[in-house]
């Protein structure tokens, strides 16, 4: 019940910062509304459906990236992981409340990207955003995860692609390809992994 | 009480700390004392148990809550003291939260610009609401780093009040008159 509660106080936490602060998602709306017009007059008349999906999943990766690389920014610049690691609660609760926030980021800006994508390219299905919506669990349990390790270290801002992208390949090849329960899979596997692995992520060696 | 014994700290090839020796009794109060550079916060740091020492042994008291007030008064800026401390006191398992953060809002004169944004506040209010947020779970040891910054004489005199509390206490300045009378013990570093 406590670590409900808590997950839930952080996860509004974030959601109200950006609220008043309005900087993560206007600037994810803008790149990936960027990105897909840019794709849209870059790709060849007649192309298939699966390259103009691989486009999709490029964009939307790459916009995830962003919204990640601001995700730990008033913990950063405000010391609040001091704060927050004092608190007796428990540390993961702290990971799954940003990773809520992320989730909302991510689907807040791809309410926007697939309805542009749909009018872009050749029109949207239901298994492409089912597989959106799983993808967002993974992107936002790994993203989080290395976004917290990235904070401590001095490169930040190169460190959070070099350990990011490579673990959002399996993502796109799920994406691409549709494969629904490999994306479950995959959000299974690493969602577990980076809840038990935070602790020692936000704790100094 | 706090025991701390050959507390040493590197950051890559740099030595903050050598060979630190801290012991603070229960209701105990430790001045840290040094100029700047001299390893003050990391040593709070330590204490706080918010970074590890490179080598030394550490003892807190296993049930020791800890209050750590650093250079940042450890607010979110763009939520409001009531939403700040509200979200605190929810994760410190505060009972009766309301009543708690209202008193500690008037107690430090935040209760009429609770509902308005940190990130507007003078750095002195911050520095008041920081306070606030360290003394919400009524820790049992508090580690302050330079905890006069920024106060004004009213503000001065409430910390005052609350450095006269019983309970054990680490304080590092680099001005230490306003507490030297308090002082248990000193650490000059540097």
Known sequence: ?205 | MIFARRISKRFGDRRVLRDVDVEVPDGGFLLVTGPNGSGKTTLLRILARLAAPTSGELRLPERATIGYLGHDPLVYRELTPLENLTLFGRLYRIPERAEHVGMLLERFGLWEVRHERVATFSRGMQQRLGLCRVLLHDPSLLVLDEPYNALDAQGGDLLDGILSERRTIVVATHDPVRVEQRATARLALG
């Open chain 1, 1 to 205: 019940m406590n670590y409900a509660a808590d997950t839930a106080a952080l996860a509004r936490k974030d959601l109200l910062l950006e609220l008043r602060a309005k900087e993560t998602l206007p600037a994810m709306l803008l790149f990936v509304l960027a990105t897909l017009t840019i794709f849209h007059f870059a790709l060849p008349r007649g192309t298939g459906d699966v390259a103009a999906r691989g486009l999709l999943w490029s964009a939307l990766v790459f916009t995830a990236l962003l919204g990640l690389t601001r995700a730990f920014v008033p913990e950063r610049e405000q010391g609040m992981f001091d704060a927050l690691v004092l608190a007796p609660c428990d540390r993961s609760a702290i990971w799954l409340g940003k990773s809520i926030a992320v989730i909302g980021f991510l689907a807040a800006a791809q309410v926007v990207a697939l309805p542009a994508f749909a009018i872009f390219f050749n029109g949207l299905d239901g298994r492409t955003v089912a597989a959106v919506a799983l993808a967002d669990v993974g992107i936002a349990a790994v993203g989080t995860l290395f976004g917290a390790m990235a904070v401590a270290g001095r490169a930040r801002e190169l460190l959070l692609p070099l350990l990011f992208l490579p673990m959002a390949v399996p993502i796109v090849v799920g994406g691409v390809g549709e494969y629904l329960w490999f994306l479950a899979l995959y959000d299974a596997i690493f969602a577990v992994l980076s809840w038990a692995a935070f602790e020692y992520v936000v704790a100094e060696a």
